[in-house]
């Protein structure tokens, strides 16, 4: 074997595994010294009691996703000759049905698991006795959290991590990768533990799938948007362990376990009732016939773009 089929393929492109480095590389720096310059400006939104508690979220996700998007597109650009629109972040061909498909199947999906926790478990719930200004305002701010958070996550593990590796015709590959960088990130979360991140990595095979369904985001994002808002916002239910972006849900949650079935302190994302239900929406979409990729989007993802 040649030095140069080390680094380059038939196609004369950078290998997909370097690419990923590339893109790694850059991000990790890009990232690094954001969180630098942006550090004083976000602990002192931590501190102010009087700026919304959810609002260090918002800006940290955006500064997130934006390098995401960013190294991403220049990635495609210099390593692939690739136009912005392949990265699946654009107006394409069916963005639109796309998003409100996924958006319909992110909320079905966690209303599957709940009524699992509430026929099997000792989970139910009641109406928030809060002023309706107040739920309201919740319901608008965790839109804007959780739509900028589910953007970043999206944007960086399917977005060109996972779409380069599909490139060289790698894309379960990528999937399972990208799944298990999903989940190990998340164990930091508060009550974290052992099913969660097995679920957490789970929900990263769902979205995944979601992305080879459309070869765009727009679908994986609403997923990923209505899966949290819904569980937040709605149900009142802890997000991953988090409690500070939801005040004042619609709902209220009485959750009393057993841990496994309802994930009680962690949310439902802790439980095995999430899991039946993200084994069977990836069921469902990955057969779904109405789901299917623009000619435009089909050609800049398939192997040998």
């Known amino acids: 074997m ?41 602990f002192s939104l931590a501190m102010d009691e009087s700026m919304p508690r959810y609002l260090p979220f918002a800006v940290g996700g955006f500064f997130g996703l934006a390098p995401a998007i960013l190294i991403g597109w220049l990635c495609g650009k210099l390593l692939e000759g690739l136009p912005f629109r392949a990265l699946g972040v654009w107006f394409t061909g069916g963005w ?13 999906t966690l209303g599957i698991a709940v009524a699992i926790g509430v026929v099997f478990g000792n989970l139910d719930f009641s109406f928030n006795s809060a002023e309706t200004s107040a739920i309201t305002q919740t319901l608008l701010s965790s839109l804007l959290v959780f739509g900028v958070a589910a953007a970043f996550e999206e944007a960086l593990f399917r977005g060109y991590i996972l779409q380069t590796f599909a490139r060289s015709g790698l894309a379960w590959l990528a999937i399972i990768l990208t799944s298990v960088f999903f989940g190990a990130v998340h164990l930091g979360n508060p009550n974290a533990g052992l099913l969660s991140t097995l679920n957490t990595a789970l929900a990263g095979v769902w979205f995944g799938v979601a992305y080879l369904k459309t070869r765009d985001l727009w679908f994986v994002w609403g997923l990923h948007l209505m899966w949290n808002w819904t569980q937040g916002a709605i149900f009142g239910i802890e997000v991953s362990g988090l409690t500070e972006i939801v005040h004042s849900p619609l709902l209220k949650e009485s959750d009393h376990g057993p841990a496994w079935l309802t994930g009680e302190n962690y949310g439902i994302e802790a439980s095995i009732a999430c899991t039946i239900a993200l084994i069977v929406s990836t069921i469902v979409i990955y057969f779904m016939p109405l789901l299917k990729p623009s000619e435009e989007m089909r050609k800049l993802s398939e192997p040998g773009a």
């Open 2 to 42: 040649k030095t140069r089929d080390i680094f380059f393929g038939v196609d004369a492109k950078l290998r997909s595994g370097w690419r990923f480095s590339v893109f790694v590389i850059f991000y990790g720096l890009i990232s690094f010294f954001l969180s630098l310059v942006s550090a004083p400006f976000l």
């Open 96 to 108: 639109l049905k796309h998003l409100i498909i996924g958006s319909l199947i992110g909320a079905l």
